[in-house]
């Protein structure tokens, strides 16, 4: 028998656990869940809830878009470049050459298996909250 997908990202590296979702989505998943609870009491959320609710969805969408690359097995070089960035971003340093040229010469299981050493050294990079890839400067 297979592990359970999450509910949200689909991983297959991470089985779905408390509420169908995996453990990097299930804190996430509650707080967005907070405001159906709020919304189904008729309460008005206050603006700190709401904007607490507006980043929790913004990070279940980031792990959604992290994960898709290994459901489609397929990674744009694009993809990969923002992942790169990331890191780049998260370790104060810039990127000593544009890698987008070398990355698109690379055959897709490289692009994959280089994508899934990244992912594992940004989810374990110590932050209170995920960085998103939306937020990188191109
Ligand atoms: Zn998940």
């Known amino acids: 028998m297979q592990p359970r997908r999450c509910l949200n990202c689909?991983?297959?590296r991470y089985p779905a656990k408390?509420?169908?979702f995996c453990k990097k989505c299930?804190?996430?998943a509650k707080v967005v869940a907070q405001q159906t609870d709020d919304e189904d009491t008729r309460t008005d959320l206050s603006a700190r809830l709401r904007l607490?609710?507006?980043r929790a969805q913004k990070y279940l969408d980031e792990y959604k878009w992290?994960?898709?690359p290994f459901i489609d097995q397929y990674i744009d070089p694009v993809h990969l470049e923002y992942t790169i960035k990331g890191i780049s971003v998260v370790c104060?340093?810039?990127l000593p050459f544009?890698?987008?040229s070398t990355l698109t010469t690379m055959a897709m299981e490289e692009r994959l298996f280089l994508y899934e050493v990244l992912l594992g050294i940004i989810e374990n990079i110590p932050c209170r909250t995920p960085f998103l890839h939306s937020e990188i400067q191109q």
Do not use: A, F
């Open 10 to 12: 689909k991983s297959q």
């Open 66 to 68: 992290r994960e898709r």
């Open 18 to 20: 408390v509420g169908g």
């Open 52 to 54: 607490k609710v507006k």
């Open 26 to 28: 299930i804190y996430w």
């Open 92 to 94: 104060r340093s810039k």
């Open 98 to 100: 544009p890698v987008h």
